[in-house]
């Protein structure tokens, strides 16, 4: 009796672990985001709108630590919608630094998004059900992130409106806490300031000084040996808006998360806090506030 519950315990073990291990693959992830996107339609239905999305595919070798950080973006949509509705709201969270994050993680996202999904539904008397997708071999997290984003620009229609700067300057915020953390890990003494705050900026500007930060981050990335990531302006569409700047900031805390977790830093980035109505130029001020700070960084030593 006792060699079949061991029996019986190593089948379920090893059942359980082949299935965790096949949930990795990036065409499992881009399954249940497809089924996002049919949820998100559903609701879109139901609230009368029609979504016309003008949708430009990244196309850089992205990591699931972007992807999971789009899912992110996701989430803070949804409670965009819960707030226009006036429906209570959970602040998404963080996760503890990794070097190399897991792809399972991005799946365990999916599966809250499709949580979330459903009290929408349940709470606008949505009952139809979405068929379960087609899984399609071959798919990358680049794939996932692309198809993510699609359904970012579903949810910003949803919501018949865009991030604002205010938003863009709260997830900069946290950029700055994060860059804050590395000096004091470094033991850095930070005599960096804030520039001048410029009368009026362009979203498109913010974008260039967000990939100024990027290459930044890139730079040491490349002193830990962590493969860095490329963007360009050619990567986002010539109409720049704040949404645009919100995405590339997003990026930027995911890459800034290996410098973290190479220095053993266990805390994860403060959640968004609340801020009085932000302009461009705030934003602006902030981006290269933080570039400045991470500028003093010339070497990481453990």
Same mark, same amino acid.
């Given at each position: ?6 029996? +019986? ?6 059942? %359980?672990?082949? %299935? ?15 089924? /996002?996107?049919?949820?998100?339609? *559903? ?15 990244? @196309? ?52 809250? /998004? +499709?949580?979330?999904?459903?009290? /929408?539904?349940?709470? +606008? ?22 198809? *993510?984003?699609? #359904? ?27 860059? %804050? ?27 260039? #000084? ?19 990531? %490329? ?5 986002? @569409? ?6 645009? #700047? ?50 003093? /960084?010339?070497? #990481?030593?453990?």
């Amino acid at each position: 009796m006792r060699n079949l519950l061991f029996l +019986l315990f190593f089948c379920f073990f090893l059942s %359980s672990s082949l %299935s965790a291990k096949t949930l990795k693959s990036p065409s499992h992830v881009f399954a249940q985001v497809k089924k /996002i996107e049919q949820e998100v339609r *559903l609701i879109l239905a139901h609230e009368g709108r029609r979504p016309v999305v003008k949708f430009q595919q990244v @196309k850089v070798n992205l990591k699931p630590r972007h992807v999971w950080q789009k899912g992110y973006i996701i989430i803070s949509q949804l409670n965009r919608f819960r707030k226009n509705k006036r429906w209570p709201v959970s602040v998404p969270g963080a996760l503890e630094p990794v070097l190399e994050l897991e792809p399972l993680l991005v799946y365990e996202q999916t599966q809250f /998004i +499709l949580v979330r999904l459903a009290n /929408i539904k349940s709470r +606008l008397g949505i009952r139809k059900k979405v068929k379960a997708p087609a899984l399609i071999p071959g798919k990358r997290p680049i794939d996932v992130y692309n198809q *993510l984003h699609f #359904v970012s620009l579903l949810l910003d229609q949803l919501n018949q409106q865009e991030v604002t700067p205010t938003e863009v300057f709260g997830e900069v915020k946290r950029l700055f806490d994060d860059t %804050s953390v590395l000096l004091d890990r470094l033991q850095i003494s930070d005599p960096s300031f804030p520039p001048a705050k410029k009368a009026v900026v362009s979203p498109a500007e913010n974008l260039v #000084v967000a990939l100024k930060l990027h290459n930044e981050i890139s730079r040491l990335q490349r002193l830990i040996h962590v493969e860095p990531t %490329s963007f360009s302006v050619e990567n986002f @569409k010539e109409k720049v808006s704040p949404t645009d #700047v919100y995405h590339l900031v997003e990026l930027c805390l995911a890459d800034l998360q290996t410098l973290k977790a190479y220095l053993n830093v266990k805390t994860a980035t403060p959640i968004v806090g609340s801020y009085a109505e932000n302009s461009p130029a705030e934003v602006h001020q902030l981006l290269v506030w933080v570039i400045r700070k991470l500028a003093l /960084i010339q070497e #990481v030593n453990r």
